[in-house]
């Protein structure tokens, strides 16, 4: 299986620049997806294809990336972003990362 | 608008089985593969199965194959979960998903409960 890591937790200000990390055991080309769940809800697609953003995300989210070492980027960070931001690969059988909680300073 | 709604959840016991559905509407479900993720109590998300737009092909990770097993029916607009011999680690919050063209899920619906416990 494609192992993916994310460092656990980051809290930062509203309106500073947060950039969130993910970083695979193998090379999964540009096939890594991001996205976004709340507490109690669904998780919600922002990035697809390692820089895509999905209809209807606001343009403060963006992805880039390739290879093994992908980054969410959020600028300006609002306080509604407060979430968990999961990252996945599709090159493989689909694995996730274990998550990045956002929390807000 | 797209809509996905799970049904089918509940408590079962160790080794019995239960069968979930999803209902799809607003797009032609015809047209998408579909999978099932799931997400265990305060856990990441698993990947649990995923179908192709007949039917043909699954696919399934280790953890499940030979207990789950996906179908659809292109004339309901509906996808199912067969989960036999279940465990206790298959407690989880079950999601059905649309899976786009790059293998990533694009819609997902609000999740069903399913509580393996004696």
């Known amino acids: 299986d494609t192992v993916l890591t994310q460092s656990p937790a980051l809290a930062v200000s509203p309106g500073e620049r947060v950039t969130i990390s993910c970083r695979a055991s193998e090379s999964v080309s540009t096939g890594m997806h991001w996205y976004q769940q709340k507490p109690g809800q669904q998780p919600k697609l922002l990035i697809y294809g390692a820089s895509n953003l999905e209809s209807g995300v606001p343009a403060r989210f963006s992805g880039s990336g390739s290879g093994t070492d992908f980054t969410l980027t959020i600028d300006p960070v609002e306080a509604d972003d407060t979430a968990t931001y999961f990252c996945?690969?599709?090159?493989?059988?689909?694995?996730f990362g274990g998550g990045t909680k956002l929390e807000l300073k | 608008e797209v809509q996905l709604v799970e049904s089918g959840g509940g408590l079962v016991q160790p080794g019995r089985s239960l069968k979930l559905s999803c209902a799809a509407s607003?797009?032609?479900?015809?047209?998408?593969?579909m999978a099932w993720v799931r997400q265990a109590p305060k856990k990441g998300l698993e990947w649990v199965a995923t179908?192709?737009?007949?039917?043909?092909?699954?696919y399934y990770p280790d953890s499940v194959k030979g207990r789950f097993t996906i179908s659809r029916d292109n004339a309901k607009s509906s996808l199912y979960l067969q989960m036999n011999s279940l465990k206790s680690e298959d407690t989880a919050t079950y999601y059905c998903?649309?899976?786009?063209?790059?293998?990533?899920?694009?819609?997902w619906g609000q999740g069903v409960m399913v509580t393996v416990s004696s």
């Open positions: 179908i192709s737009t007949s039917g043909s092909r699954t």
């Open positions: 607003g797009f032609t479900f015809s047209n998408y593969y």
């Open positions: 998903a649309r899976q786009g063209t790059t293998g990533h899920f694009d819609y």
């Open positions: 996945q690969q599709s090159w493989n059988d689909p694995t």
